[in-house]
C-alpha cells in the first residue's frame, strides 16, 4: 500500500520536466478516519510500550 510521486520542475519556470515514482492505482483505501481524535495519542503510545 502507498506509493511516492516526484515532480521534476524548472527552477526558473515551474514548468513540470517529469513525474518520476511509484503509484497503486485501483486501491479501495478508506477516506475516513478509524481512530477518534480523543484516542489517537493513548493507541499511539500503546503501541510504543510506554
Do not use: K
Not at 2 to 16: I, Q
Not at 40 to 47: I, K
Request: aromatic share 2%.
Amino acid at each position: 500500500m502507498g506509493g511516492e510521486l516526484t515532480v521534476h520542475a524548472d527552477g526558473v519556470s515551474g514548468r513540470v520536466q517529469a513525474v518520476t515514482g511509484r503509484f497503486v492505482a485501483g486501491e479501495d483505501l478508506a477516506t475516513e478516519p478509524v481512530v477518534e481524535v480523543s484516542g489517537g495519542g493513548e493507541r499511539r503510545a500503546d503501541g510504543l510500550g510506554a
